[in-house]
């Protein structure tokens, strides 16, 4: 049985970046201040695609095709210190 992860992958992805574009917004002076109802969703979405995830395998070298070139993560703090 063949299985496509694309949804799986594209909802992993989306729900980091919007918890890391939330955390870096609540980025005050080196302290992170958020409710943590806010960033909720986020975090249901990454466990539940994990969970997924680890529990799924293939058997065989023909394991994920590679992501698209428009593929993005953002980046957690991307302030570089001086």
Request: no cysteine; aromatic share 10%.
């Amino acid at each position: 049985m063949e299985v496509n992860f694309d949804g799986l992958r594209k909802r992993l992805i989306a729900d980091y970046n919007s918890l890391v574009k939330k955390l870096n917004r609540a980025n005050k002076e080196g302290e992170i201040s958020i409710d943590p109802f806010d960033i909720d969703l986020e975090l249901d979405g990454l466990r539940s695609a994990l969970v997924t995830l680890a529990f799924t395998y293939q058997n065989g070298e023909d394991g994920f095709n590679q992501l698209d070139d428009n593929t993005h993560f953002e980046e957690f703090n991307p302030i570089v210190e001086e």
